[in-house]
């Protein structure tokens, strides 16, 4: 097996997903891992995105996870790492950003990286050092109020160098147009200024493509999923078909959906006037210890269905609906009874023969994966931007399972999805 080319550490899951879906449209074959890994790699891909859950964990655990799986990225032979935040730069003024990309820069001995969240594909841009998401500056996005992350100011520069020991520098626009001798020229001037980490702006994804040359032989990148689109050419790898092939797919299909996000309200009206079989658990059913029991009457309800093709399971609700139902139950409690049955249902429809499964929702993705003890996927073709298919190797087998989050896709996502698979 050839030594591993990129070793990515992403700080929560569905951001894992985005930045390995990148990596696969631009040449790379890749394995997204939940968690670090306890065995060696065991398939021959050029890159691995472990996926933590570390973005608003304390510091010190945040590193304490990073460094474990930079330890088994080291042992796999990864040329470069990857640090995969969020294209908000989400961050508390502890961190993590900062502290995370400090210890990974000692653990590497490196002297200098670059962070950049730019993802111009998603509207994330970055003009001389500050965040626009969007038309506007970050802290007038809304990000301002972000229950975890409050992000009140846009000047990447400052917000850095709150979070980080070394002196922070910026990499401008001007610097980046002229490619990869003046971005190593510019790179070389921080240096002597005892600039350790360099903040870069791109407003395009040419810029992307300009700036990843002058990133070949660095030990360490710091940066959203936008970076990775420049990377795969320093590796002498272009974009190709083979990279996102996954084993051929059989199976039964079916639908789980716990996300009640705009664009999932309407991916679930679609499929449902499509004339697909649907059927809604309402929360309060799960009460009371019910969940069980409603879970094997959904699976009864499905199990004659699935023959003639895709079924949806769904708790996807209206706004309306949903805060009703928080307001019954508590926040958490909802989003815990709803996550469990819906993962206990795809646990069981999987149990019935479904080898191709879509699963709509961030936290419900992360429930679904865990109760199919998913460890490992390997990414396949984009259905829509930041939603691959990805394949998990199983004792039945191998499933192939899609995990879209919230707002992402069109309203034809859930059937469009099977036909992407061929
Ligand atoms: P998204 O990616 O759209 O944010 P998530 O799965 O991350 O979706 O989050 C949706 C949350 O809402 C989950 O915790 C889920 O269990 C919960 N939920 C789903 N359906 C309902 C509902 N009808 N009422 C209340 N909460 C719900």
């Known amino acids: 097996m050839s030594a591993l080319k990129l070793g990515c550490i992403a700080d929560d899951f569905t951001g894992a997903t985005d930045l390995a879906n990148n990596l696969v449209r631009s040449g790379m074959r890749v394995v997204q891992t939940i968690g670090v ?72 001995g490196c002297d200098f ?24 500056l970050l802290n007038e996005s809304g990000m301002q109020n972000h229950p975890l992350t409050p992000m ?31 971005v190593r020229e510019r790179i070389t001037a921080l240096r002597t200024e005892g600039v350790g980490v360099a903040v870069v702006d791109a407003t395009s994804n040419a810029d992307l493509h300009l700036l990843g040359p002058a990133l070949k032989g660095m030990p360490l990148v710091t940066a959203g999923s936008g970076v990775a689109i420049g990377l795969p050419a320093n590796f002498g790898l272009q974009p190709s078909v083979q990279a996102s092939q996954l084993p051929v797919a059989s199976g039964l299909q ?37 969940s069980d029991t409603v879970v094997q009457q959904v699976l009864a309800w499905a199990a004659p269905l699935l023959n003639d093709g895709p079924v949806l399971v769904y708790s996807t609700a209206e706004p309306d609906a949903v805060k009703a139902v928080q307001a019954q139950l508590g926040v958490a409690e909802a989003g815990a009874l709803v996550e469990h ?6 646990r069981g429809l999987v149990g019935l023969g479904v080898r191709q499964l879509v699963v709509a929702g961030g936290e419900t993705s992360g429930a679904c994966v865990q109760a199919l003890g998913i460890a490992q996927l390997q990414i396949g073709p984009q259905i829509d931007p930041g939603v691959p298919w990805c394949h998990a190797p199983t004792d039945s ?17 859930f059937s469009k999805a099977f036909g992407a698979l061929g």
């Open 254 to 290: 079916a639908v789980v959906s716990g996300s009640c996000s705009v664009a999932t309200n309407a991916q679930v009206a679609h499929f449902k006037a499509s004339g697909r079989p649907a059927m809604a658990i309402a929360p309060a059913s799960l009460m009371h210890g019910q």
């Open 37 to 108: 890994p306890t065995a060696p790699l065991a398939s021959d891909v050029d890159a691995v995105v472990v996926a933590l859950k570390s973005r608003t964990i304390p510091a010190a655990e945040a590193i304490a996870q990073s460094l474990d799986a930079l330890k088994w990225l080291q042992a796999q032979g990864a040329q470069q790492i990857y640090f995969k935040y969020c294209s908000t730069f989400d961050s508390t003024p502890e961190g993590n950003i900062g502290p995370v990309t400090e210890a990974l820069m000692d653990a590497l």
């Open 341 to 346: 049955a819906l993962a206990a249902v795809a």
């Open 152 to 182: 009140t100011d846009a000047n990447l520069v400052r917000v850095m160098q709150a979070q980080t020991k070394r002196k922070v520098g910026l990499i401008d626009y001007k610097t980046v147009a002229q490619g990869e001798a003046a």
């Open 113 to 136: 990286t670059i962070a950049t969240p730019a993802f111009p594909d998603n509207g994330r841009t970055v003009f001389k050092g500050y965040l626009f998401a969007g038309n506007v």
């Open 397 to 413: 087998g191998g499933l192939h399972i899609t995990l879209k989050s919230g707002n992402f896709g069109t309203e034809d996502f």
